[in-house]
């Protein structure tokens, strides 16, 4: 693994706030100067001409010397009035997506056949200035590849993120009004408006299988929505037969609209302890007796003793249903960052969400800590499990879009012991508890090796101190968490300051990279080939992290999903075109109607196949 921090002014030294890759291995960054830029990542032979036109760099002796990591501009997108929060490109990397603050969203769409600045060879003409031959050319002014195609009108505050659907034909934007809105990419106007959150919404995510999308605010909840369920309404066989004939909608976009909207299908926001229940009994008995409904009556006691035995049954019962009261999972909106990525793997089965933060049940909110949340898809009751972090709180979570050959290896190189010592906690379990600050220091100085072995050193540590504590609940030691995934599977959590790379099948982390930047981290992206990570940072640079080859493992081919039936039926029968043979006979029952006025059965003709 390699880490480079581009020396380029990216946004003429202003925050970089996004970056994202397309297909091709472009970059493209948004920032505080009104401007998103695409660029492209080289990599050569260390002393050899750099792509900042270096013509005096000298090659090196050959002897596999690890490649420079550089970076090539190709061309400048101008139309935004203030800054730009959040940019992506489309599944197909043909069209981008730029929005900012005032709710300016742009789409911009490659030209057709358009070469110049995005070529393959990467050459580059300046554009004259309009003042004149005098005044000097415009530095970032290059013939672009790229127009702008549309503005998609109906926020008018500040956007912070923004997600595609898995096929391009919608999209979801979040922003500072408390609202997020879902758009067809294609004709550019809004699907629904997804209310309900009393805070910024500050991050979406859109299920790469279609079916939920999540936003999260900083009122401490994720949302999680769905198209609306049909209602089951009693109809004939007859219009059940035509109904199930009709193609079902082929789009993300289409099946938003056939189903008239969204519907909310789960809430993240607070953490449920297992005595919850027993708390809400208790309860729950005082106001059966004030609305008059009939309760089994309380044995009266017997003598002096029996009293004071039940009082004292009483004392310890009360701080145990105090500490089984819930509490939030997420920071609120005193969290040092604008944004909140959350994201999907690839597969879809699980949903990580950043702006975590975890405290034992029954100790003080002052001992809270950082971490991600991740969840089971459709399992939106409890966490799957909790990660924790290096003090700092995170900013956002992207998987890898690539899927690696599983390796049985590894899970035997985990012994039963390492299991007791994990860094995850399961959400199975009662109590979740996470390492002490003098743990995270140790582990930031020790390295990767090191970190395991002091967290979870602390972690025990923390254990003991809360069973101590009078009226806490008993706290179980945190195992890991296995995931029994066909792959393997990669994510990366961005904090504050530093990237942690996590592998998803046994929730362990493999890479720890710090130290990058001077100020706060915004943005990470993965290269759609998994060998390269963006990282930017308002202090306006931006970081490469690179992979050697099979380092994450050996990478699994991109299968394509076939087509359902019932969207490829119509398709084939039309290619195919007309045949001599007969049509299919419709089914009995289709052919016998009846006249409405006589109530006869009366012959239907089929109709003829055109020919």
């Not at 695409?38 to 900042?52: D, F, H, M, V």
């Not at 039963?416 to 743990?439: A, K, N």
Request: glycine content about 8%; proline content about 7%; overall charge negative.
């Amino acid at each position: 693994m390699r880490v480079s921090t581009l020396q380029v002014l990216w946004h003429d030294k202003k925050p970089v706030f996004s970056v994202d890759f397309n297909k091709e291995g472009e970059l493209v960054t948004c920032g505080a100067d009104k401007e998103v830029r695409l660029w492209r990542i080289t990599e050569k032979a260390k002393g050899t001409q750099g792509s900042q036109g270096n013509e005096k760099g000298t090659t090196t002796a050959p002897g596999g010397a690890e490649p420079e990591v550089g970076v090539e501009y190709l061309c400048n997108l101008s139309a935004h009035s203030k800054g730009v929060n959040v940019v992506r490109f489309s599944p197909d990397g043909n069209t981008i997506v730029s929005a900012g603050d005032s709710g300016e969203v742009v789409v911009w769409r490659k030209r057709p056949g358009a070469g110049g600045s995005l070529g393959r060879d990467g050459t580059k003409a300046a554009t004259p200035s309009k003042g004149g031959p005098d005044q000097a050319a415009d530095p970032w002014a290059q013939d672009s590849a790229w127009k702008a195609v549309g503005t998609l009108r109906g926020q008018t505050d500040d956007v912070q993120d923004l997600a595609w659907s898995p096929d391009g034909s919608a999209l979801v934007t979040g922003s500072v009004e408390n609202v997020a809105i879902m758009w067809d990419a294609t004709r550019h106007k809004h699907l629904a408006r997804l209310d309900g959150h009393h805070h910024y919404v500050q991050g979406v995510a859109w299920d790469p299988k279609g079916e939920f999308v999540v936003t999260q605010s900083a009122d401490r909840s994720c949302r999680v929505y769905a198209p609306k369920p049909q209602k089951q309404k009693r109809r004939r066989k007859q219009d059940q037969q035509q109904d199930a004939a009709k193609p079902k909608p082929s789009t993300c976009a289409s099946r938003i609209q056939s189903a008239g909207g969204v519907a909310l299908n789960g809430v993240l926001s607070r953490l449920q302890a297992a005595g919850q229940q027993d708390a809400g009994k208790s309860k729950a008995e005082p106001d059966a007796k004030a609305s008059g409904e009939a309760t089994k009556p309380e044995p009266q006691p017997q003598n002096q003793q029996q009293e004071q035995e039940q009082q004292q049954e009483g004392a310890k019962k009360r701080p145990r249903a105090e500490a089984a009261q819930s509490h939030f999972l997420f920071h609120d909106e005193t969290m040092p960052s604008f944004f909140r990525r959350l994201s999907f793997s690839p597969c879809g089965s699980i949903l990580a969400c950043p702006a975590g933060v975890h405290r034992a049940v029954g100790g003080s909110s002052k001992r809270q800590r950082n971490c991600v949340h991740v969840y089971a898809r459709g399992q939106w009751q409890r966490p799957l499990c909790t990660l924790p972090q290096l003090g700092k709180a995170v900013v956002a979570v992207k998987f890898c879009p690539v899927l690696f050959e599983k390796v049985e290896e590894q899970e035997q190189e985990l012994q039963p012991e390492e299991e007791e010592e994990s860094l995850v906690s399961s959400s199975q379990d009662e109590e979740m508890s996470l390492s002490e600050d003098e743990g995270v220091e140790a582990a930031q100085a020790a390295g990767e090796a090191e970190a395991e072995e002091s967290l979870a050193s602390s972690s025990e540590e923390e254990e003991e101190s809360e069973e101590e504590e009078e009226g806490a609940a008993v706290v179980n030691k945190p195992r890991r968490r296995q995931l029994d995934l066909p792959h393997a599977l990669y994510f990366a959590v961005l904090t504050l300051d530093c990237v942690v790379v996590y592998r998803a099948n046994d929730m362990r982390p493999c890479k720890l990279i710090s130290g990058l930047h001077c100020a706060s981290l915004t943005d990470l992206a993965w290269s759609r080939c998994g060998t390269k990570m963006a990282v930017s940072s308002h202090d306006g640079y931006c970081s490469i992290i690179s992979f050697d080859e099979g380092e994450l493992g050996t990478p699994l081919p991109e299968i394509e999903e076939e087509p359902e039936a019932t969207e490829a039926r119509p398709e084939a029968e039309a290619a195919k075109g007309p045949t001599a043979s007969a049509p299919a006979p419709l089914p009995q029952k289709s052919e016998i109607a009846r006249d409405p006025v006589t109530n006869a059965q009366r012959k239907r003709i089929a109709p003829m196949p055109i020919r």
